[in-house]
């Protein structure tokens, strides 16, 4: 099952998600009604998270989907819309959190000149992005900022939401605690460096690059939560990552240095975990800063991974 959260006409709507075309959430529950003279408790709102694993209406939810798959011929037409048409939104608009992981593949840390590692030798590199500002739509522009436009490059990331929070949870059990998963693009500055006339520091490398991360637009998500019902193993999903057609990042969780379960379990021995919170996984090699290829406006990024679909955004100039 995947869900999506969409504009239509003036108000936000729920629906089942697939490429092509979207089915209301609520014009499914009244035609499922209509044939089977029975009542599914899922009231209209916005949310996804009561209807994924953990949430309240989950079990309706599920279903409803298969029904739907199942009687697509007593869907009636008004209750679809094709996708192309309407304006996705975030799948969890304002998550309390926003969590990344940084150096999660070993191809990747290589490609950046460091050493591989090993899971037994390390910890997860986790930082923040600031999820009111950094959040973009699916379909909505990565911004180039004014303030240092030459080094903007791309992260395709599996992330991972919440759905049953919790403290000190363990890597054997961390997997019930998911709703479901998406694609988040860890957008970069590579080159960020405020005030170049600076007397350095030593920590002036680490803040360059955690604050490079932190510019309007810079976490595109979406498009849909595939529910963590339908993923049983999320170390098995391939991902993918292209620049005006062009693939530049291929690869699958399987290379993960920590897997999910281990970055949840990680997370939550430092902070309680909360429904809807974001945890993006980190990202395989392929970034553009390895061969020096950066973003301009006019570019197109996507952003794939296996079950869950396209993540596409335009770029353009920060007016």
């Known amino acids: 099952m995947r869900l999506c959260r969409y504009q239509q006409r003036d108000s936000v709507q729920v629906g089942l998600y697939d490429e092509k075309s979207i089915i209301n959430i609520a014009g499914a529950v009244a035609a499922y009604s209509a044939a089977t ?19 309240k209406h989950a079990e309706a939810a599920v279903k409803l989907a298969a029904w739907v798959a199942n009687n697509a011929a007593m869907v009636p037409a008004s209750v679809r819309v094709e996708t192309d048409k309407v304006q996705l939104l975030l799948p969890v608009p304002r998550p309390n959190k926003l969590l990344l992981l940084a150096g999660n593949y070993n191809a990747h840390i290589q490609e950046g000149g460091q050493q591989p590692t090993e899971r037994k030798e390390t910890f997860p590199y986790v930082f923040m992005k ?16 004014k303030s240092s436009p030459k080094s903007v490059d791309w992260e395709v990331e599996l992330a ?106 990680f997370i939550s021995n430092i902070l309680t975990l909360e429904p809807g919170d974001i945890i993006a996984t980190g990202t395989p090699a392929g970034v553009g800063n390895t061969t020096g290829t950066y973003l301009h406006a006019g570019d197109q990024l996507e952003a794939w991974i296996e079950n869950i679909g396209a993540l596409r955004s335009p770029v353009k100039d920060e007016t």
Request: charged share 20%.
């Open 160 to 265: 991972v939401v919440i759905g049953k929070g919790g403290k000190h949870i363990s890597e054997s059990t961390a997997l019930s605690h998911v709703a479901g998963y998406t694609v988040v693009n860890d957008i970069s500055d590579r080159k960020f460096k405020p005030n170049p006339a600076r007397k350095e520091r030593k920590n002036d490398s680490f803040f360059d690059w955690l604050h490079g991360k932190w510019h309007d637009s810079f976490c595109p998500c979406g498009p849909c939560i595939v529910s963590a019902a339908d993923v049983p193993d999320p170390q098995k999903l391939k991902l993918k990552l292209s620049v005006n057609g062009k693939v530049h990042q291929d690869a699958s969780t399987a290379q993960q240095i920590f897997p999910v379960a281990a970055v949840i379990e």
């Open 37 to 55: 003279h029975d009542r599914l408790p899922i009231p209209v709102g916005d949310s996804l998270l009561d209807l994924l694993p953990g949430g």
């Open 130 to 145: 600031p999820p009111s500002t950094t959040l973009t739509d699916p379909g909505q522009a990565v911004l180039v900022p």
